[in-house]
């Protein structure tokens, strides 16, 4: 199964389209569930009862559902507009429900992080009003979190900017993306 964590927020995203042409190139015949993440921040009585049951590796409950889900996929797309130099806080919402010990990761008793997850490979989808001159807070934190913490040894990025440039011709930008994927 390949799960699709679609974080498009405009119906005529750029990112989505982008991601849907990754999409028919590495589907075969494999299933593809599609998510749109709605999960809300953490609050403190939500990490209370969260933590108590994790402690006592009780998974039973729905709220761990999208983190067992994420951790059985054999491969990992996520869409996601660049914004603020980073990505929507949606997708940050997200990360927060599925980073749970146990299943998605453990710790080492040296304290290093092992990953759990099934996935190969994360593919991450953005594309840019500008040029992303710095990767790390979008991107690079996506593929620190599935390297050190989920086990995902593959992590491709893929990515159109400068579309909303003066004078910039999107088609084109766009297409270029397209002809330039390299997986
Ligand atoms: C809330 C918001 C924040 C944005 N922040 C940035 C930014 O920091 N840098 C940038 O180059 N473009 C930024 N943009 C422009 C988007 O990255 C660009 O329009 C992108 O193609 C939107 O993707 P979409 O068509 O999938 O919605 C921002 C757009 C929005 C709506």
Redesign the pocket.
């Known amino acids: 199964m390949i799960l699709f964590i679609n974080t498009?927020?405009?119906p005529?995203?750029?990112?989505?389209?982008l991601a849907q042409r990754v999409l028919e190139r590495i589907k075969g015949d494999r299933e593809i569930l599609e998510i749109k993440p709605d999960n809300t921040p953490l609050d403190y009585s939500m990490l209370e009862y969260r933590t108590k049951l994790s402690e006592r590796e009780d998974f039973s409950d729905p709220l761990f559902n999208d983190a067992k889900i994420f951790s059985e996929a054999e491969e990992i797309l996520i869409?996601a507009?660049?914004?603020?130099?980073?990505f929507?806080a949606i997708l940050k919402n997200y990360i927060e429900a599925i980073n749970i010990v146990g299943l998605t990761f453990k710790y080492l008793p040296d304290g290093q992080p092992l990953g759990l997850c099934k996935a190969k490979r994360l593919i991450y989808v953005?594309?840019?009003?500008?040029?992303?001159f710095n990767e790390a807070y979008g991107y690079g934190y996506i593929k620190d979190l599935a390297e050190n913490f989920y086990g995902i040894p593959i992590v491709k990025l893929i990515k159109?900017?400068g579309?909303?440039i003066i004078g910039a011709n999107v088609t084109e930008i766009l297409n270029d993306a397209e002809k330039n994927i390299a997986l």
Do not use: H, M, N, Q
């Not at 507009?81 to 980073?86: A, E, K, R, V």
């Open positions: 498009c927020v405009r005529a995203s750029r990112t989505l389209w869409a507009p660049f914004w603020d130099l980073s929507p953005t594309t840019a009003g500008g040029k992303i159109a900017e579309l909303d």
